[in-house]
């Protein structure tokens, strides 16, 4: 192994196991082109065993006609091929004062690729987007816990214009190969200019929403917030939560795992807040306030 890898990355914490995350040699960053190895890796949870064969795509949500797609159907569709830089939204995160939570990444959380696949917006068209349509909800297969909320999977949302933006792609190739299961095949996102965390590796779920998507990947990591931030006060409610919540709910959340519409998880969390015995809860969640269903 490349020795570049453990000079470009300090894990301040235990991650679980059978997850990689590795840097881009340094050296590779100055070539004119990366290879598929070179890439660098960022994985919340192990790489999941996907059949290519048996893969398939849901789209549904707010459209006037839910589809089931294949891979054959992908590939058969219009293509669209991009070089595109994907840099993670924790790149060189070690060098932030104070510390940060997370992924404690110095240089080299970033690379380049040519990626290709069918713009995300033809599948949209075709199912049918409704009208009060506000955002498009990627979700992978891989799933794990997080932290004391129980299993949830990688899901991130994309506004609606972006969704539909011409450079938004499903991507099958990978610098002209099938895009290894370490990079997210057999499909992922891409998303050009927006960090590699919308770029959402392997893809089994669209889901078109009309209100704004909630999951913990999305409103309490990878958020940034002034302290006047509507956003601040929600990562103020996760930490009490994260402080008090008693193990019998945790375990009452692993359900949200089952839930396939992902407006359910905001109902879920507070039907399982609501159940709370303890003071102590009580009277943090009203100094915060339960989001709003």
Not at 212 to 241: C, I, M, N
């Amino acid at each position: 192994m490349d020795t570049s890898f453990e000079r470009t990355i300090d894990v301040a914490a235990p991650q679980p196991p059978d997850v990689r995350n590795d840097p881009t040699p340094l050296a590779a960053l100055g070539a004119r082109s990366i290879s598929t190895a070179a890439h660098f890796r960022r994985e919340h949870f192990p790489v999941p065993d996907v059949d290519r064969a048996a893969w398939r795509l849901r789209i549904g949500g707010s459209v006037a006609t839910p589809a089931i797609v294949t891979l054959a159907d992908l590939v058969g569709m219009p293509r669209r091929s991009l070089v595109v830089v994907l840099e993670c939204a924790g790149h060189r995160r070690a060098e932030l004062l104070p510390v940060t939570p997370g992924l404690q990444w110095q240089e080299g959380a970033v690379a380049e690729a040519r990626w290709t696949g069918t713009p995300l917006r033809g599948l949209l068209r075709a199912a049918g987007i409704d009208p009060g349509a506000a955002e498009v909800v990627l979700t992978g297969t891989d799933r794990g816990s997080f932290e004391r909320l129980g299993r949830y999977p990688y899901a991130r949302s994309l506004p609606l214009a972006k969704a539909l933006h011409k450079d938004t792609i499903l991507a099958f190739e990978m610098n002209g190969e099938p895009i290894p299961p370490e990079h997210g095949g057999p499909v992922r996102a891409i998303v050009p200019g927006w960090y590699a965390t919308d770029s959402v590796k392997w893809l089994e779920r669209v889901h078109v929403a009309q209100a704004e998507f909630d999951g913990p990947f999305q409103a309490l990591d990878y958020r940034f917030a002034a302290a006047d931030d509507p956003a601040a006060a929600r990562a103020a409610f996760a930490d009490t939560v994260r402080e008090t919540i008693d193990p019998f709910i945790a375990a009452s959340w692993a359900m949200v795992d089952d839930i396939i519409d992902p407006a359910d998880t905001r109902r879920v969390i507070i039907e399982a807040l609501e159940g709370a015995e303890t003071k102590r809860q009580r009277r943090a969640w009203r100094k915060h306030g339960v989001p709003p269903v």
